[in-house]
């Protein structure tokens, strides 16, 4: 074996229980009670912690073009921060110039990612314009590993926003190839009206950055999200909603799965846990994301459809933009590039919800990790602990505390949505394909040692 995770406390979806971990060329090949080591096995003390799969934090946008500029993260600081956090995977987001195809959208983006990133990577497709050209790419998509597919309700200004019945064929059509489609599900026409009625310099004046929340109320996604589901109902085909943060849409989507739809829910760390008030006074702006976040009730309702198996993944929508790129606003609610920091914090804010008793350990590496394995497509490689999966693995202390400081962190923006905020629980050590890529909150991993990881069909079932 080339190295043994020795004396930790192993912690699956499922399971909880001490044992020792052997890793030979990047895979799992044995879990037991006292593996021995010969002169040249590496041993790894995780005595006294938790042994867990790597994080897959599958929404992030690093390199981004969006809002007038481009997501700070790159693939080389993403990566890292994600790799110090505990993240051994990320699966970003291959969107459509419209006129392009998607394997070139796909090819280009990977040769942005390739040689640059220390973690796994996966790619979704992004489809700004559906054409008969695109229909026809969703086979040979799917079985060239990329299975996921978001289309956008909003984001006309983009290019990016698509047609209801562009949406329903994308079901239709991924559902042939075992495909899915990820939606963006907010109302545009609904922003339109709201953002006409407050778009003047009296109400920005009086509300600043608070009128983009005014102007995105619950009713902006509970709208989209209703047709959304009416679609899946129709066409048999899978959905995805990526980012939900009100509680309406976890009760839609509870309601939905109730009667057997192929819906599936993610939220993120954001709607759990910040809430509007964030966007009054001077840095206000700095909070603006989209979805925006709500009440901290819809904060309670979405820890409960997680914990209740309503809402089945948590990711980030890391979309970083720093203070510089932010102030572009300028004062103006509809300019704001939206987005935040995120996989870097993505672990110790799950497992603060542990501590916090709003969901269980198990759930956690569920919705972290396992699920967003299953519904990508790519269990048992990832997101678990059994002989054959990748050695992708991250050895949790539990007791240590950390202040969130963005000064401390990987990530390239200079501010945190969480600064000052102390937590219990952090990532000491996480190892890619066997590999150590982080030791306490710093990354050590190699560039380019990341690899793209081709999927197998998305949409799986996921509790
Ligand atoms: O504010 C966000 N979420 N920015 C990234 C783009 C998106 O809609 O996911
Ligand atoms: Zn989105
Ligand atoms: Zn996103």
Redesign the pocket.
Known sequence: MDSIIKGGTIVTAYEKYVADIGIKDGKIVTIGANLTSNGNTEVIDATGKLVMPGMIDG?VHLSLPFGGTVSADTWITGTRAAAAGGVTMLIDFAIQKPGDTLVETIRKRREEADGDVYIDYGLHGGIAKWTDDIKAEIGPMCRDGVTSF?M?M??RNEGWLSTDPSIIAGLEETKKHGGMIQV?A?SMDLIDSLQTAHHNEAEMKEHGAYLHTMTRPNATEFEAVQRAITWAEYTGGTLYF??LSTKESADMVRQARKKGLNVIGETCPQYLYLDDEKFRGENGHLFGT??QIKKPEDGEKLWEALDDQSLSVVGT?TCTFNTEQKALWKGDFTKIPFGMPGSELMLPLLYEGVSEGKINLHRMVEIGSTNPAKVFGMYPQKGALLPGSDADIVIFDPEKEMTVDYRDMETNCDWSPYQGKTMKGVASMTLLRGKIIAKDGKCVGGQGYGQFIKRGPSGNFVK
């Open positions: 929404h978001k956008f909003i984001y963006h907010e990526v980012h989209c979805p929508d």
